[in-house]
């Protein structure tokens, strides 16, 4: 399995867009044609009815059964609990400045996914195919869990903090995030110690540099403490889950800073960000929030196995610095539009056509158009190559979007 093909992550809008938009099914789609394989966190299977609601009960049964897309449904979550007696170790609470992490899971898991599958009824589905519903979901499961690497998820974290890597960097990023302020490592000091198996100390000079009090000094280090215990979640997600997990904008820095040789060959978020730029700038059907733009999973999952698919995403890790203009005038390439619509299903009909716009084909020749006729389809494919990256945004891409008898 190459980690490079397979996504894990969320794939849902801010909460503070309001509970209508909670489900990016656009995403979802983008991701779909992106990866081999999706693997959807999904803690309370909230987004279950939303399938059902774009897809339909049979074409969300078809999707969960495809492969296409996994289901992790795990309770996680990442705390500094330092000043909270009951979680920290010693059953203590810490003065500010001192900081312990803690990784945190459902104490137990039969009983979490019993319990979330709940949300998987829907009103206007019958019992037995909510019981259908349900089982498909099961099975859909991606049965790695982050809970069963917790030690060796708590230990990574505390052996980083305390060799102190990435501590300022990360701290530059919550001084900016928290407060405004754009500064450098060299800016400021900060060290953390350790003085227990999971308890740090800092020392920092935050407070008379850029005039910060007690708490606010405590809550900045505290982000910066938290974003290097979750870069390490994602990392071990990737590991759990054999597959690229999506960084939060906080993260992109750290994760850069300690592989950043790696980085933008692992970055999935930039491929989702090509996929958009290139279906923006040919003005292709997307996903309005709240629409009834229909989509069609067969044609979906078709499109996933074609070969034109695979064409287009290596071509799009290649366009980071191709600008706007350029990419478009490669996918207007009149050549490998002709390619496209000679191979498509009215190519043998259209052969008179072909064959008098080829003569104006640079390359070709003026007199390349009078040969067509005799020799049909070896003329054709070799005068005008099949571009799979043309091919997959003229009419592969469009044709998830329509009806299911209106495919062809």
């Known amino acids: 399995m190459d980690i490079h093909n397979n996504l894990f992550g969320l794939c849902s809008k801010p909460y503070s867009e309001g509970e209508s938009k909670f489900f990016d099914l656009q995403s979802l789609i983008n991701k779909l044609l992106l990866f081999d394989v999706f693997i959807l966190y999904s803690p309370n299977l909230r987004e279950i009815p939303y399938l059902v609601k774009a897809f ?91 809970q069963d690497f917790d030690s060796q998820l708590l230990k990574q974290a505390n052996g980083d903090l305390a060799s102190n890597r990435g501590i300022e960097l990360a701290t530059t990023i919550a001084l900016e995030k928290e407060k405004g302020l754009k500064v450098k490592p060299n800016d400021f000091l900060i060290r953390l110690h350790q003085i227990d198996d999971q308890i740090f100390e800092v020392e920092t000079n935050l407070s008379e540099v850029f005039s910060l009090d007690e708490l606010e000094v405590h809550k900045i280090v505290e982000k910066a403490v938290l974003g290097i215990a979750g870069l390490n979640q994602r990392i071990a997600e990737m590991n759990v889950h054999s597959a690229l997990s999506g960084f939060l904008e906080d993260e992109t820095p750290l994760f850069g800073d300690r592989l950043e040789f790696l980085f933008q060959s692992l970055d999935p978020d930039k491929l989702e960000v090509n996929l958009s730029r290139v279906l923006q700038l040919k003005n292709c059907p997307s996903i309005v929030s709240d629409s009834n733009q229909p989509v069609n999973i067969e044609k979906l999952l078709e499109v996933r196995e074609s070969q034109e698919l695979k064409v287009f995403r290596e071509w799009l890790r290649k366009i980071d610095s191709v600008s706007d203009s350029e990419i478009v005038e490669q ?53 005008l190559p099949y571009s799979g990256v043309v091919a997959f945004v003229d009419k592969l891409y469009p044709s998830i979007f329509q009806h299911q008898g209106m495919s062809s």
């Open 56 to 146: 339909g009960f049979e074409g969300t049964l078809a999707l969960l059964s495809s492969g296409a897309l996994r289901i992790s449904c795990e309770a996680r979550i990442t705390a500094q609990v330092g000043q909270t007696d009951f979680l920290v170790p010693g059953g203590k609470a810490l003065p500010l400045g001192t900081y312990s992490v803690s990784y945190g899971f459902a104490a137990d898991r039969r009983k979490w996914i019993s319990d979330n599958l709940r949300n998987v009824g829907i009103a206007n589905l019958s019992h037995n195919q909510i019981k259908k519903l349900k089982r498909a979901v099961v099975e859909a499961f991606d049965n790695n869990y982050l």
């Open 331 to 383: 996918l207007n390439d009149i050549r490998s539009k002709l390619g496209v619509f000679a191979q498509g299903d009215t190519g043998k009909t259209s052969r008179l056509v072909i064959s008098t716009l080829a003569g104006f084909v640079p390359v070709v020749g003026a007199f390349a158009g009078l040969g067509l006729g005799a020799f049909d389809t070896f003329l054709l494919e070799k005068i």
